[in-house]
Each structure stands twice: as structure tokens, then as C-alpha cells.
């Protein structure tokens, strides 16, 4: 099993639509959440961080269930320019040496917004 | 404002070759992170570097190794190259306490590798 698990889609919308990516992680002791975006063939770009009380940025909401190890990005009022994979990521860690640095992908959830 | 910095963009081999990647990351970063992604792959996290020290092993092969230079900058040597190591090289960095808490690391654009 994957340590960061998604739905690859493709989702498939039209503009102004909103859209729910869904994430769930094997490792409880994880700490640090986010979601990416990666454009085809580029490189990962950090989106937003993940915090328990959940946070928003603009059309952007993420959400952290810690207890049931789910993660969730909601997008409202979907743009052309939203089209992309967008990636759950969680912080690696060691047991009991907190976060390490190094980030665990999931394999990403694709997002195509049409007109 | 200057990003990550890899070389080459891309890079064609033979199957048994060797290969070199290069990576410069952000000024002040002390950080390097690598990380290989297949053809409709997520990014699989290889090897972390932390001030000149190896600080992470994911899954590289043995076939591979790298190091950080004392100017920060990292070079992934791939030897005996295999058809599946055919995929995208990213390098990214961070500043260490910055990137452990924010999550935010800075990826380079890329190398493509193809072995042939």
C-alpha cells in the first residue's frame, strides 16, 4: 500500500464548477500536510499547507482529518488555468525524530477544467 | 529571483552508460532533496543532503549515489543505466528549518533522462 494515496481522476469539469480531491496517508505519526500542483511536465509547485483547523486561500480549501488520515483540497468556481495534477503531500518522518525534511507524493489527482 | 538550478535539461543514453545530473539549489539554501518521477508516476523521493551530509535515503538503487559539494550544490552519478531509470530528475531545496516547518520545497525544472 502507498504511503499517500489519491484518486487519480482525470476529473473532468466545467468552468465554474467545484471540484473535492480526496487524500488519505498510512502513517499516523505524520506531521506536516500539503497539497502541490504540478503542471504537465514541470516541476511541483507547493499550493497550500494543510493545517488541522482547516484554511483557505482564495477559491482554495484544505482540510486535515488527523483521526481518520483523510486530506482534502476543494476548489470553487473551477478556472481554465486550474487544469492541472494536483499532488497530496506529506511530510516524512522518522519515528520519534519528527519531520525530516523530505516529502511523500501521492501519485496525484487530475484536474481538467473545460470550457 | 534565482530558483533551482539542474543540468542538464536533457539527456539521452545507452543502456550500461553512466550519467551525471546537476543540481544548484536557491543561495542560502542547505537543503538538496532528489527525486525521480516515471512516465505517469508521482515523484519517489531518492536521497536528502543537509549541509554536505546525506540526511535521507528513499528509494535509490544502488547503481546510484550522490553528494553535496561545500558550495551546496549536489550531482546524482547514475552508473550501468537500465531502461526504467528512463524518467524526470528533480532537484529541489530548502533552507532547513524553514523547509522542515513550511513544507515549501523549491524544485528545480528538471532532467530528463532517456536511455535507450
Known amino acids: 500500500r502507498k504511503e499517500v494515496e489519491q484518486d487519480p481522476g482525470p476529473f473532468n469539469v466545467p468552468e465554474g464548477a467545484t471540484v473535492a480531491f480526496n487524500c488519505t496517508y498510512s502513517?499516523?505519526?505524520?506531521?506536516?500536510f500539503f497539497w502541490y500542483r504540478q503542471d504537465c511536465r514541470k516541476e511541483p509547485k507547493l499550493l497550500m499547507s494543510?493545517?488541522?483547523s482547516g484554511n483557505e486561500d482564495g477559491r482554495f480549501t484544505a482540510q486535515l482529518n488527523r483521526a481518520s488520515q483523510y486530506i482534502s483540497l476543494l476548489i470553487r468556481d473551477s478556472k481554465l488555468s486550474d487544469s492541472a495534477t494536483y499532488l497530496c503531500?506529506?511530510?516524512?518522518?522518522?519515528?520519534?525524530?519528527?519531520?525530516?525534511?523530505?516529502?511523500?507524493f501521492g501519485q496525484g489527482t487530475t484536474l481538467q477544467v473545460k470550457p | 529571483a534565482a530558483g533551482v538550478i539542474q543540468s542538464p535539461r536533457h539527456l539521452i543514453k545507452e543502456k550500461r552508460e553512466t550519467a551525471t545530473l546537476k543540481c544548484y539549489p536557491i543561495?542560502?539554501?542547505?537543503?538538496v532533496y532528489w527525486y525521480q518521477q516515471g512516465p505517469g508516476q508521482d515523484p519517489q523521493f531518492l536521497i536528502s543532503?543537509?549541509?554536505?551530509?546525506?540526511?535521507d535515503k528513499g528509494s535509490i538503487p544502488d547503481r546510484f549515489s550522490a553528494q553535496q559539494f561545500s558550495d551546496y550544490h549536489s550531482e546524482l552519478n547514475m552508473s550501468s543505466l537500465e531502461l526504467g531509470d528512463s524518467a524526470l530528475y528533480f532537484c529541489a531545496s530548502s533552507w532547513a528549518l524553514t523547509g522542515l516547518n513550511t513544507g515549501e520545497l523549491f524544485f528545480g525544472e528538471g532532467s530528463r533522462l532517456t536511455v535507450l
Open positions: 543561495p542560502r539554501h542547505d537543503t
Open positions: 502513517n499516523s505519526a505524520s506531521q506536516s
Open positions: 494543510v493545517y488541522s
Open positions: 503531500v506529506v511530510n516524512g518522518t522518522l519515528e520519534g525524530s519528527g519531520n525530516t525534511g523530505k516529502l511523500i
Open positions: 543532503f543537509y549541509e554536505k551530509m546525506q540526511s
